[in-house]
């Protein structure tokens, strides 16, 4: 599976991006999938995922900002982003799971102050 990210970009603080990550096969039935980044210096962490069991976990440092979805019908997860803050400057990576790991390539997400 290929993971194909898009949507980053240079934003000023306060300002909103939303990502796309299109899967090259469906990802009807895949319960595991979001985003993960990872800033210069510092490990990957998560941000947003769908999980197991069908519900949504955040990173607190972005809950009430960011809001992950999907579009089954066009194999495609989103991370809407608001009120971004310097902070949240990061490669952004999709991840999925499905009997193995898939990352995408990263999109780059840098926020002005």
């Known amino acids: 599976v290929q993971l194909q990210a898009s949507g980053g970009g240079l934003v000023q603080a306060g300002g909103s991006l939303r990502l796309s990550c299109a899967a090259s096969?469906?990802?009807?039935?895949?319960?595991?999938l979001g985003w993960y980044r990872q800033a210069p210096g510092k490990q990957r962490e998560l941000v947003a995922i769908?999980?197991?069991?069908?519900?949504?976990n955040y990173a607190d440092s972005v809950k009430g900002r960011f809001t992950i979805s999907r579009d089954n019908a066009k194999n495609t997860v989103y991370l809407q982003m608001n009120r971004l803050n310097p902070e949240d400057t990061a490669v952004y990576y999709c991840?999925?799971?499905?009997?193995?790991?898939?990352w995408g390539q990263g999109t780059q997400v840098t926020v002005s102050s």
């Open positions: 096969r469906t990802i009807f039935g895949t319960n595991i």
């Open positions: 991840y999925m799971y499905n009997k193995t790991s898939f």
């Open positions: 769908f999980t197991g069991a069908g519900d949504t």
